[in-house]
């Protein structure tokens, strides 16, 4: 085992990498396991970079280059759910599950934590029925302060919205809020086949999009989350923390 590599991976890749190094299965479960790793940290730090790490990985695991592709990397995810209306895949989403913490009971979907809020949102914005039952509209509150999670992305919005607003340079305000996006750019633009500043603008039209589709239906996807005073009182304290997936 190369124990550079294996420091220079992320917790999540580690064991993998071991499993990996010592046969302690074969390679197709590997690349299972691998990928499993993939899916958590595609949820904790967007598409991108994980992409290129795991390409990184199975490429060694396989013994030859390998890159896992995402064509929808400048889609927003309501731009998605619309190809699938224009194809009349209406029932596709409710075979699918994007709740971070989902629950042992029915519904099973939170409805609240940020991946269900990015769903909610994507359908609202798409002309697709949402058909998910989620726990936060059907039963009792699970956690004290559901609305968390949507005040955290809606400041997010909010913030992405006022850099739009006031630079005529909005990837240079955007990066000094996200300077992640600076690495994202750097470490994917030559694997896209793009120049630096196309992969810029074509981020910030992501991103402009993503605030007008998410102002759009911000009313609909705040029910059940935003009726107690309490939420007031943390919207107005709450800071922006991460970068928008
Ligand atoms: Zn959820």
């Given at each position: 085992m190369d124990g550079d590599r294996f420091h220079g991976l992320s917790g999540l890749y580690q064991k993998p990498y071991q499993q990996m190094c010592e046969a302690k299965f074969d390679l197709k479960i590997c690349i299972w396991i691998t990928m499993g790793a993939f899916l958590k940290d595609l949820k904790k730090k967007g598409a991108a970079l994980t992409l290129l790490k795991v390409s990184d990985l199975i490429s060694e695991l396989i013994g030859e280059e390998f890159q896992v592709k995402?064509?929808?990397?400048?889609?927003?995810k309501a731009e998605m759910c619309k190809v699938l209306a224009k194809n009349g895949?209406?029932?596709?989403?409710?075979?699918?599950m994007s709740c971070d913490s989902p629950h042992?009971?029915?519904?099973?979907?939170?409805?609240?934590?940020s991946s269900c809020l990015l769903r909610r949102q994507s359908l609202a914005a798409s002309?697709?029925?949402?058909?998910t039952r989620y726990v936060v509209l059907?039963?009792?509150?699970?956690?004290?302060?559901?609305s968390l999670y949507f005040l955290n992305m809606q400041a997010q919005v909010r913030t992405l919205d006022s850099l739009f607003a006031i630079s005529d340079n909005p990837w240079k305000s955007i990066t000094k809020k996200f300077p992640v996006l600076d690495d994202i750019v750097d470490q994917t633009a030559i694997v896209e086949n793009l120049l630096p500043i196309e992969m810029q603008n074509r981020l910030i039209q992501l991103y402009r999009n993503y605030v007008s589709e998410w102002n759009a239906v911000e009313s609909l996807i705040s029910k059940g989350l935003l009726n107690q005073y309490s939420d007031l009182q943390i919207s107005s304290k709450y800071t922006v923390l991460s970068q928008p997936q």
């Open positions: 995402n064509p929808f990397l400048f889609w927003t895949q209406y029932d596709l989403p409710t075979l699918t042992r009971q029915k519904p099973v979907q939170c409805g609240y934590c002309i697709i029925k949402d058909r059907h039963g009792e509150r699970p956690v004290k302060h559901p």
